[in-house]
């Protein structure tokens, strides 16, 4: 079983990639005695941590009394720009509160889909194409050990990892996770209502007669803006900086 959040679709297309590697190489050939169920969590990493918005639903999953004890095996693995942080600890502390052990984690480098902050912009399209190409590869490796049920901890942490998810994370979330600056410029809208459909949190609202409107419990995903195929969306400072849209599966 999988479970995955995504922004723009970077951690959907690993997930995907994942699911059909391990099936076809025939996992369903272990008895589910043998090896009990297998959980993978899926999600991409916002400021150097999970986003809190999929912290909340792992908890609801996991107090689930249906999902109590079915566990036998838990991989996790998360896409980032660059680097996680502490991001492999507070998995690992919230899935021992249900008593799960056998906890395997990777993180693996997708292009970046943040932008909004000086100095913050995508990746070229010759890095981003590279990521992918090496993502592919490692996908495949972790898929084998999984398969295995090995145990593996291998997550690009960064430098400053506790700096970075103990104290940018909150003040992050703090002050630039919200919709209120979002700006449709209506001489590009076209009301397509493609902002609605990516909106993994169905935040907006569309219609096809008035613009966009944000429903206030945004994630911060920027899956809106980059999915706009006018490029009508814009936050304080993505103006000029381009939109990505991630690998079809
Ligand atoms: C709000 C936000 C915060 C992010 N924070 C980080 C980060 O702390 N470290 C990092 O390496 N990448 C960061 N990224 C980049 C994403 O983790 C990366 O591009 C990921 O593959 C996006 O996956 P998705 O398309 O499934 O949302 C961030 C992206 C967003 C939108
Ligand atoms: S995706 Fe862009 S063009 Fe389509 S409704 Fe949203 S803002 Fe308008
Ligand atoms: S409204 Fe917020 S959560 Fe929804 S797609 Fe846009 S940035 Fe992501």
């Known amino acids: 079983m999988i479970i995955c959040f995504s922004g723009t679709g970077n951690t959907r297309w690993a997930a995907n990639k994942i699911a059909a590697l391990t099936e076809d ?4 050939h272990f008895s589910s005695e043998q090896r009990g169920d297998i959980l993978g969590i899926f999600f991409p990493i916002y ?3 999970i986003p809190r918005i999929f912290i909340n639903k792992l908890h609801q999953f996991f107090r689930n009394p249906e999902n109590q004890g079915k566990f036998s ?3 996790v693995v998360c896409t980032c720009g660059d680097d996680i942080g502490l991001t492999d600890k507070e998995v690992k502390s919230l899935l021992q509160q249900y008593g799960l052990n056998n906890i395997s984690i990777c993180s693996i480098q997708m292009p970046e889909t943040y932008i909004d902050l000086p100095g913050f912009k995508l990746d070229t399209h010759v890095a981003a ?3 992918i190409a090496e993502a592919e590869k490692l996908l495949s490796v972790f898929a084998k050990k999984i398969q295995r049920q090995e145990i593996f901890n291998e ?3 960064g430098t400053c990892s ?3 998810s103990r104290i940018l994370r909150p003040l992050f979330y703090k002050l630039f996770v919200d919709d209120k600056k979002f700006v449709v410029d209506k001489d590009l809208c076209i009301h397509c209502g493609k902002c609605a459909k990516v909106c993994p949190v169905h935040n907006i609202d569309c219609s096809p007669t008035n613009l966009p409107q944000y429903k206030h419990h945004c ?3 920027l899956a809106c803006y980059h999915h706009c195929p006018k490029n009508a969306i814009q936050r304080i400072y993505t103006k000029g900086k381009g939109q990505y849209l991630p690998p079809l599966f």
């Open 25 to 28: 190489a025939g996992i369903e």
């Open 47 to 49: 400021a150097w941590g």
């Open 73 to 75: 095996y838990v991989y």
């Open 129 to 131: 194409t590279k990521k």
């Open 155 to 157: 997550v690009n942490r």
């Open 162 to 164: 506790w700096i970075k």
């Open 219 to 221: 994630t911060g995903c």
